[in-house]
């Protein structure tokens, strides 16, 4: 796939900025480690939001909403993929440059804004600044994504992988294309059933251990 390095054995890389044309997995909580989500039309309106700012330069592989936290895996298009009239947030009809930091910093400063509206809350509402780790091989892009699919069953909250709804693993489940690309990933999985079956596996979470809020 685009972007990736093929050796497994490829330390992780130290990332001071996001960078076009690469696998990230976004990832970030409440400040001080509080909730972000209150209610159950918070995690759709996350969605909306996302969808919005995010996906007109990046296209997500997987996500997972918690109560307190949230992972994305996605890969930053490059320049020529990117459609800059497909910025709607946008007072012009063409954005004149793209920042996918900045796309970020939109996305939860809107999130922010409407939930401190909503609740009558001020200050900060997520920790600053988000987190981010560059993907460079294949093997710890599948394992990562298990481990956001899984999120929910490692936190405790679920007793399974299906019996959480705010995850993208449903969307893989059903017809329809929502947030995530469905093709891609399950060209890494080879197909559905391998995917499915890859989910209910052990995979050890050491990489994946500095990542937890």
């Not at 039309?41 to 592989?61: D, G, H, M, W």
């Not at 954005?95 to 796309?103: A, E, G, L, M």
Request: positive net charge; glycine residues 2%; charged residues 25%.
């Amino acid at each position: 796939m685009k972007g990736l390095i093929s050796s497994k054995k490829k330390k992780n890389m130290k990332i001071e900025t996001l960078e076009l044309g690469n696998y990230y997995h976004i990832y970030n909580r409440g400040n001080n480690g509080s909730n972000i989500f209150f209610e159950e039309e918070n995690y759709a309106y996350f969605l909306r939001l996302y969808q919005k700012y995010i996906s007109p330069v990046a296209n997500t592989l997987a996500w997972c909403l918690m109560r307190n936290h949230f992972h994305f895996l996605v890969y930053l298009k490059e320049e020529s993929e990117i459609n800059r009239t497909d910025f709607k947030y946008s007072t012009r009809s063409e954005v004149s440059s793209v920042d996918p930091s900045r796309q970020f910093s939109h996305f939860f400063n809107a999130y922010t804004q409407a939930i401190n509206k909503k609740y009558s809350r001020t200050g900060s509402l997520l920790e600053k600044p988000f987190e981010r780790k560059r993907i460079t091989s294949e093997d710890y892009l599948k394992k990562l994504i298990s481990y956001i699919h899984n999120n929910p069953v490692h936190h405790s909250i679920a007793k399974n992988i299906s019996s959480y709804p705010w995850t993208s693993y449903h969307e893989f489940l059903r017809q329809e294309e929502n947030i995530v690309k469905k093709k891609e990933v399950l060209e890494l999985f080879d197909d559905l059933e391998n995917f499915k079956h890859y989910h209910q596996k052990e995979h050890t979470i050491e990489p994946f251990q500095d990542l937890e809020p």
